[in-house]
């Protein structure tokens, strides 16, 4: 008697197909990452002109491991409060999409979704800037001059070059 030897070969099958799944998210969620870390692409994510978000890169890189760490818990210890938990900002996508979708065009709507959106933003923003001064506050004077050295050597190196740009040629 033999047997059948379908029942296994299912079940390599979803072994298989749950192993690729897990592989493409590792490798999209390395990609989101690395969008997160460094702006994005385009011209306003990492690029000449500064972006959204990358103003402040050279202020957190500039400064010392520890207050670097120190920056981040008051970010998350105090973030709570000003940031949209992830249901609230799904809801607000949510929002935007029926009014765009709506005919006509909502634009009240759609207005009062970006002014939500940025309120949120501007309170995240808000509690950055706060946490940054109290880190650069509690410095003496030698370590403000310290890491205003440490500032200016990373706005003059400017923003982290990428793979396969050549210098003086536009890119494409």
Not at 55 to 79: D, F, N, T
Request: charged residues 25%; glycine residues 12%.
């Amino acid at each position: 008697m033999t047997q059948d030897p379908t029942p296994r070969r299912g079940r390599l099958m979803r072994v298989a197909l749950g192993l690729s799944l897990a592989l493409n998210v590792m490798i999209l969620g390395a990609l989101g990452g690395a969008m997160w870390r460094h702006g994005g692409p385009g011209p306003h994510g990492g690029g000449d002109l500064p972006g959204l978000r990358s103003y402040a890169s050279p202020y957190v890189q500039a400064l010392p491991p520890e207050a670097r760490r120190g920056l981040h818990g008051k970010m998350r210890a105090s973030g709570k409060a000003h940031h949209l938990d992830r249901e609230a900002r799904r809801a607000l996508y949510d929002e935007m999409l029926a009014a765009l979708r709506a005919e006509p065009f909502q634009a009240d709507v759609a207005a009062a979704v970006l002014a939500a959106q940025g309120e949120a933003a501007a309170g995240v923003q808000q509690v950055a800037h706060d946490a940054w001064l109290a880190e650069v506050s509690a410095m003496d004077a030698a370590a403000r001059q310290d890491y205003a050295d440490k500032l200016q050597q990373q706005l003059e190196a400017g923003p982290p070059r990428k793979k396969g740009k050549r210098d003086g040629r536009p890119e494409r």
